[in-house]
């Protein structure tokens, strides 16, 4: 057994140890069930730990993350967390969230090919070629990185609100509204993009669905 293995199970009982003693009814209260308020879609980077940023408990954030954050209208994997999120759930709030420095981002800005994961950052390059003009103008290449990190995110909020998940919710007039962030790796601060929708309002018409009554 690799010392790292054996040192993250001693870590699991020390926790459990720590967390009777402040309250010996944690795990008896928790495994009652989850009312969580808010989903969190993230990136898979192992330097954003959702909870961890928002000073969250566990059992206040449904979590699902890939690579880049994505929103991707085929993702079944994706569609489902939402679908249980929303539907079942009934959370009140979807954050998309991406960072700054995001590897996945990086590589849509590039050519190297990388392996599988090259299907997956075509999706994000879709979005680059959308706004390439605006990027191509940024000359410093760290501030077009960072632009595109922010522009990525704004886009899956658009994505996200497409869905026929979340416009089914705001038909039904539930309450729930989804949200844009980025986070930052070198300062532990997010930052609202502005992108906060609780209506398919701002779709194009194309978007919006009609559901039978």
């Known amino acids: 057994m690799s010392d790292f293995y054996k040192k993250i199970l001693d870590n699991n009982k020390v926790w459990v140890e720590s967390t009777l003693a402040k309250d010996p009814n944690y795990f008896k209260d928790l495994a009652k069930g989850q009312t969580p308020p808010l989903l969190w879609i993230g990136c898979s980077d192992s330097r954003v730990p959702a909870n961890e940023i928002i000073g969250a408990k566990s059992g206040e954030v449904f979590v699902h993350r890939n690579i880049a954050n994505m929103v991707i209208h085929s993702d079944m994997n994706m569609l489902s967390v939402l679908d249980?999120?929303?539907?079942?759930?009934?959370?009140?709030?979807?954050?998309?969230?991406?960072?700054?420095?995001?590897?996945?981002?990086?590589?849509?800005?590039?050519?190297?090919?990388?392996?599988?994961?090259?299907?997956?950052?075509?999706?994000?390059?879709?979005?680059?070629?959308?706004?390439?003009?605006?990027?191509?103008?940024?000359?410093?290449?760290?501030?077009?990185?960072?632009?595109?990190?922010?522009?990525?995110?704004?886009?899956?909020v658009f994505d996200l609100a497409k869905t026929s998940i979340i416009q089914s919710a705001w038909k039904r007039d539930q309450d729930v509204t989804i949200h844009g962030w980025v986070y930052g790796l070198n300062s532990g601060f997010v930052t609202d993009l502005g992108v906060n929708f609780s209506s398919d309002k701002d779709l194009d018409e194309v978007y919006q669905l009609n559901f039978p009554k």
């Open 84 to 156: 249980y999120a929303v539907n079942v759930l009934k959370v009140k709030h979807v954050i998309v969230c991406g960072h700054y420095g995001c590897g996945g981002v990086k590589a849509a800005m590039g050519n190297d090919s990388i392996g599988i994961i090259d299907n997956w950052i075509r999706h994000i390059k879709d979005i680059y070629r959308l706004h390439d003009k605006y990027l191509n103008s940024i000359e410093d290449e760290n501030e077009r990185f960072n632009a595109f990190v922010e522009i990525n995110v704004k886009e899956q």
